[in-house]
């Protein structure tokens, strides 16, 4: 069982930065991927941005070039670093731990965090 505890949203207008963190309750030195999704208001929910536990980057096309993803193993904690942000980046924002175990997935989801981007 792994616990995420997300933080660092807020309000926050155009153009400007937030950093999101995700505190994870273990190591996620052996967690394979762990990544960042949002969910505003009457739309789905979509990946953001993701990395494996060898470092590799997953964006959204959205939001390449703004956001950059980041773990460090020794806080056992995940990182967004938000810039340049838009209104529609209004969402909460949900970190999500995938950890494999022989042919199976296990998938955690924190409680989320609001971000709010006022125009």
């Known amino acids: 069982q792994v616990q995420l505890v997300e933080s660092g949203g807020g309000l926050v207008q155009a153009g400007g930065s937030l950093r999101l963190s995700c505190a994870a309750s273990?190591?996620?030195?052996?967690?394979?991927?762990m990544g960042w999704y949002r969910q505003a208001p009457g739309k789905q929910r979509e990946l953001v941005a993701d990395?494996?536990?060898?470092?590799?980057?997953n964006y959204a096309d959205s939001v390449k070039g703004r956001f950059t993803i980041s773990r460090d193993n020794a806080k056992n904690t995940v990182y967004l670093q938000m810039n340049s942000l838009k209104p529609e980046d209004t969402a909460i924002y949900y970190c999500k731990a995938v950890l494999t175990r022989g042919a199976l997935n296990y998938n955690y989801w924190g409680q989320g965090t609001q971000v709010t981007v006022s125009s």
């Open positions: 990395v494996t536990s060898g470092g590799s980057t």
């Open positions: 273990q190591s996620i030195f052996s967690i394979n991927r």
